[in-house]
T-cell receptor, first 112, second 113 residues
Framework: DAGVIQSPRHEVTEMGQEVTLRCKPI?????LFWYRQTMMRGLELLIY????????DSGMPEDRFSAKMPNASFSTLKIQPSEPRDSAVYFC??????????FGPGTRLLVL | AQSVTQPDIHITVSEGASLELRCNYSYGATPYLFWYVQSPGQGLQLLLKYFSGDTLVQGIKGFEAEFKRSQSSFNLRKPSVHWSDAAEYFCAVGASGNTPLVFGKGTRLSVIA
């Protein structure tokens, strides 16, 4: 199994630009999570899905952030417009039944 | 509310020495507990997990952890550390493997010769 796949691995953009992060969960997993890691706040949940339906988006910082899961194999996290404080590592994770969450390699975002 | 405390921000041990990383959690019910490891520039890899049953759990790379309900702790141990163990270690708690995890701030492990 290829594991959770995230793209891009690194993203550098300028303030005000739109950023789209992508995630492909492990095949057969029906839960998908987006986390953000920063030095100040550590790892925090942004949003999670079950069977492509958002269950809890209370961690999404503001309206500039949006996430979708159009099918079981793909999810996106979009930031529009981006700001320097959005600079962080964004992780996607997936799980199945009561199993463990498996994490992708992360996307390192730098907003200048 | 759930919370995880990892009291040690940074630990340095000699190669071959034993290791214990501390984790204390706050959770209202029986927790699902996890230890993950993150190497520089990498994602999080699961070391071990506790759901129920035997309170001493074995993981990958020779790690083990013990769940102590009375102390709300889930400390990670390894009898002999290798240089390749240098990384950041995260303890996490959740209601299950399919619910959001709450992570500690992490403990950075350095290994010296």
């Amino acid at each position: 199994d290829a594991g959770v796949i995230q793209s891009p691995r690194h993203e550098v953009t300028e303030m005000g630009q739109e950023v789209t992060l992508r995630c492909k969960p492990i095949s057969g997993h029906d839960y998908l999570f987006w986390y953000r890691q920063t030095m100040m706040r550590g790892l925090e949940l942004l949003i999670y899905f079950n069977n492509n339906v958002p269950i809890d988006d209370s961690g999404m910082p503001e309206d500039r952030f949006s996430a979708k899961m159009p099918n079981a194999s793909f999810s996106t996290l979009k930031i529009q417009p981006s700001e320097p404080r959005d600079s962080a590592v964004y992780f996607c994770a997936s799980s199945w039944l009561q199993e463990t969450q498996y994490f992708g390699p992360g996307t390192r975002l730098l907003v200048l | 509310a759930q919370s995880v405390t990892q009291p040690d921000i940074h630990i340095t041990v000699s190669e071959g020495a034993s290791l214990e990383l501390r984790c204390n959690y706050s959770y209202g019910a029986t927790p699902y507990l996890f230890w993950y490891v993150q190497s520089p520039g990498q994602g999080l890899q699961l070391l071990l997990k506790y759901f129920s049953g035997d309170t001493l759990v074995q993981g990958i790379k020779g790690f083990e952890a013990e769940f102590k309900r009375s102390q709300s702790s889930f400390n990670l141990r390894k009898p002999s550390v290798h240089w390749s163990d240098a990384a950041e270690y995260f303890c996490a708690v959740g209601a299950s493997g399919n619910t959001p995890l709450v992570f500690g701030k992490g403990t950075r492990l350095s290994v010296i010769a």
